[in-house]
Every structure is written in structure tokens, then in C-alpha cells.
């Protein structure tokens, strides 16, 4: 996630980077606090530890006070974002690979995971390539109106409508 080399990091270092990544006007203090713990009670320290190894092992990279990356990083989901801002869905396929951080309860990051699902699907389904549908169905099993999407863009004697009928058939079942 920096310059190439992914680092080692704790999830809740893993979620800081990925919200100053995605918002690099920053965040102020109470800002970032709100977003990686909501409403949940956390001293000042334990967030202010968390900010201090992030910024350790990003070499400083994080400006003090209002908290914003000082160097660039490179982040799936914001490669997603630049990508459907230009209407290149394509590249914002190759770049999304699934849910952002699924495991997180950060209200920040579970917000940012919504926006993503959310605009990614949507450009599949403003899409007239059938490639679309099917490479977003692979992520979405269940989401029936994608596959049957995927089955009104494939011809009839397109042989790739047996994926997308049997996708289909088990996001109906289920």
C-alpha cells in the first residue's frame, strides 16, 4: 500500500491509512476519532498510539494536528474511485476486489465500503459490456439483477450465459 511495498500493519492501523487515503484533505483529531470509533468510548492515548505507530511505519508520513497524508500512497479503493470519476470501468474492476476491508467495524470505513459497492455496481449497471457484469458478478453471487444484466448484454449463442444463468439461478435460490 506504500510506494509499491505493502506493510505490516495492525487492522486499525490498516483502517487509518485507508481513510486518510481516501480523503486527503485529511481529518481533523476529532474527525478521524469519530470515524474509526464512532460512538464507542476510547482514550486519547490509545487513539493517539495508534496515529504515532502509523506514522512510524509510514516514515512520518502523516501530518500532525490535522491528521493527512504527507507522501503518496497507493489504495485499491481509491484507484476505484479515480477510475469511475473518469468513466473508466474497466480499470475500477481491475482495481476493486470486493468489499473495503470487510472485517471493519470503523463507522468511517464501513461508510466508505457502502460508497464503493455502491458506485462499482452501479457502473456495471449503467454498462453495455457484458465483461462487466460478468467480472462484477464473480464479487457479487447473490445479487440477482447483476446476472440478469449479465444475461440481457450476452448474444444467444454466447456460451459465457451458462455462467451467468447458473449465477443467477443460485442468487434466486438463496
Known amino acids: 500500500m506504500h510506494e509499491g511495498r505493502p506493510l505490516p500493519l495492525r487492522p486499525r492501523q490498516m483502517e487509518i491509512l485507508t481513510l486518510l487515503a481516501l480523503e486527503p484533505e485529511g481529518f481533523s483529531p476529532a474527525r478521524l476519532r469519530a470515524a474509526l470509533y464512532g460512538d464507542r468510548p476510547v482514550t486519547s492515548s490509545t487513539f493517539k498510539a495508534e496515529i504515532s505507530h502509523l506514522r512510524r511505519a509510514l516514515g512520518g508520513a502523516i501530518s500532525p494536528r490535522h491528521y493527512a497524508l504527507t ?80 444475461l440481457r448484454l450476452l448474444g444467444p449463442d454466447d456460451t459465457r450465459r451458462a455462467i451467468a444463468a447458473g449465477r443467477l439461478t443460485t442468487a434466486l435460490r438463496d
Not at 109 to 117: A, K, S
Open 71 to 150: 507522501a503518496p500512497v497507493s489504495c485499491d479503493a481509491a484507484e476505484v474511485l479515480r477510475a469511475l470519476e473518469q468513466g473508466d470501468t474497466d480499470t475500477a474492476l481491475r482495481h476493486y476486489g470486493g468489499p473495503l476491508l470487510p472485517r471493519s467495524e470503523a463507522p468511517g470505513v464501513e461508510e466508505w465500503r457502502i460508497r464503493l459497492e455502491v458506485a462499482v455496481r452501479e457502473a456495471v449497471l449503467a454498462s453495455r459490456r457484458a465483461e462487466h457484469a460478468l467480472r462484477y458478478g464473480e464479487r457479487a453471487p447473490y445479487d440477482a439483477e447483476i446476472h440478469e444484466h449479465a
